[in-house]
Structures are given as structure tokens and as C-alpha cells.
């Protein structure tokens, strides 16, 4: 059994040390003791990266420090978070298009109507 090298839970430390760490190697250091620790739970590790929205930046470099460490199903349902999120981005940059299209049209308008 591996000391986890920090007092927070092990997932926690993992969590913030994918998002704060700016060396790649650092993270492959540590990440095989937080993961091998005793009490350490996927599920747990999955709220708080979802919750934190940094479910990307988690799978992108755990997956680079730990390959093939995260389970199947979390790295799909990771996957499948950033086909949503862009998806509901690209909705969202849509409307705020068309929003800032019509309020254009609409000033030019009375712009034009003002200075006529």
C-alpha cells in the first residue's frame, strides 16, 4: 500500500495536480502513488473533476501521465461530456451571432433614421 504523498484525499491531490501542474513530469511521478493508494475511488474522482469542470484537462493529462489508467467507462462518459459541452457551445455562439446581428441591424437603423 503507497502513502498518499499529500493530506488531501488522493483523488483531490490527483484532480489539482492535472490542473495546476506545469510539468508533464512531475504528474508522472505522482500520479502512480495517488492512484495505487488504498482508499482511492474513481467515482470520487470523476464528481470532483466534473464538478470542477476540468474533466478534460484530467483526461487529457492523466491519459498522457497514466496511459490507460482511467477506467473504460469513465473515459467515455468523459468523452461523451466534450461532445455536449461543444455542442452546446456552438448553439451558444449561434444565437449570440444572430443576437449581435439583429442589434446591429437595429442600431444602423436608428442610426440612420437619427441622422437622416
Do not use: N
Request: proline content about 7%.
Amino acid at each position: 500500500m503507497a502513502r498518499s504523498p499529500s493530506p488531501l484525499p488522493p483523488e483531490f491531490a490527483l484532480v489539482a495536480a492535472c490542473t495546476l501542474l506545469d510539468d508533464d513530469g512531475a504528474l508522472e511521478r505522482l500520479a502512480p502513488a495517488l492512484l495505487s493508494h488504498a482508499d482511492f475511488a474513481w467515482e470520487r474522482l470523476a464528481r470532483l473533476s466534473f464538478y470542477h469542470e476540468v474533466e478534460e484537462l484530467v483526461r487529457v493529462r492523466l491519459g498522457k501521465a497514466a496511459p490507460g489508467a482511467i477506467p473504460p467507462d469513465l473515459l467515455a462518459r468523459m468523452q461523451q461530456t466534450l461532445v455536449w459541452k461543444t455542442a452546446l457551445q456552438a448553439a451558444q455562439t449561434a444565437i449570440s451571432a444572430r443576437v449581435r446581428i439583429t442589434s446591429m441591424r437595429f442600431t444602423a437603423s436608428l442610426c440612420s433614421r437619427t441622422y437622416s
